[in-house]
């Protein structure tokens, strides 16, 4: 079992930025692929950013490409999600979800895959 519990959602202006964290605590030894959706009002949540727990290349949704970066810590188990150059558009409320794997899958942005979700945290992007 994983819990996780997601912080750092507030209210900025378009231009600014956020850094968002997800506290993981649980069966934190096995390996995960660990990610960040959004599903704002009206629309279907989506693919933000993902991580597998033991290391690798990121992998990130086209609308938040060169602006965020995913990125996580070992050693306090939590993953981050830095939000830089924050448009309108990325107002939403951010999950952080987690999908327990082994080295033969591999990591994307299938919901129905995560079998963990936080709570969720709440950005909102003024223009």
């Known amino acids: 079992q994983l819990q996780l519990a997601e912080s750092g959602g507030a209210s900025v202006q378009a231009g600014g930025s956020l850094n968002l964290t997800c506290s993981v605590s649980?069966?934190?030894?096995?390996?995960?692929?660990m990610a960040w959706f959004r599903q704002a009002p009206g629309k279907e949540r989506e693919g933000v950013a993902l991580?597998?727990?033991?290391?690798?290349?990121?992998t990130y949704g086209d609308s938040v490409k060169g602006r965020f970066t995913i990125s996580q810590d070992s050693a306090k188990n939590t993953l981050h999600l830095r939000m830089t150059n924050l448009e309108p558009g990325d107002g939403a409320r951010y999950y952080c979800?987690?999908?327990?794997?082994?080295?033969?899958?591999?990591?994307?942005?299938?919901?129905?895959?995560?079998?963990?979700w936080g709570q969720g945290t709440q950005v909102t992007v003024s223009s």
């Open positions: 979800a987690a999908e327990t794997t082994n080295s033969l899958w591999t990591c994307a942005f299938d919901q129905s895959r995560f079998g963990y």
């Open positions: 991580i597998r727990s033991t290391g690798g290349v990121p």
């Open positions: 649980g069966s934190t030894w096995r390996e995960y692929c």
